[in-house]
């Protein structure tokens, strides 16, 4: 079955930068777009980034845009989340997510997510 391990979250002070991984297994990576969300605890999970399953199209919130980038590497099944200038409203568990279907990018749903990682920025 499928499986994301996301890891690399913690604190952080506002301004730093953290990268986060997320391991994939169980299906062929390279055919599915990834994508990465957000959520306060409290509030609806939000779309954070996605990416194409190639790597070469990417899509991001405007909230995060110019300071998150999001890539991959095919050959280790790893998706990665770079987060810099990071603000205490970046504060949430992030969580990878893979969609049901391959080969659409960007999928209209993602069916498969990870237990999440905490990320804090302190002010």
């Known amino acids: 079955q499928v499986q994301l391990v996301e890891s690399g979250g913690g604190l952080v002070q506002a301004g730093g930068s953290l990268r986060l991984s997320c391991a994939a297994s169980?299906?062929?990576?390279?055919?599915?777009?990834m994508g990465w969300f957000r959520q306060v605890q409290g509030k609806a999970r939000e779309f954070v980034a996605g990416i194409s399953r190639s790597g070469d199209s990417t899509y991001y919130a405007d909230s995060v845009k110019g300071r998150f980038t999001i890539s991959r590497d095919n050959a280790k099944n790893t998706v990665y989340l770079q987060m810099n200038s990071l603000k205490p409203e970046d504060t949430a568990v992030y969580y990878c997510?893979?969609?049901?279907?391959?080969?659409?990018?960007?999928?209209?749903?993602?069916?498969?997510w990870g237990r999440g990682t905490q990320v804090t920025v302190s002010s």
């Open positions: 997510a893979q969609p049901g279907v391959a080969r659409i990018f960007p999928p209209s749903k993602y069916d498969y």
């Open positions: 169980g299906r062929t990576f390279s055919i599915y777009s």
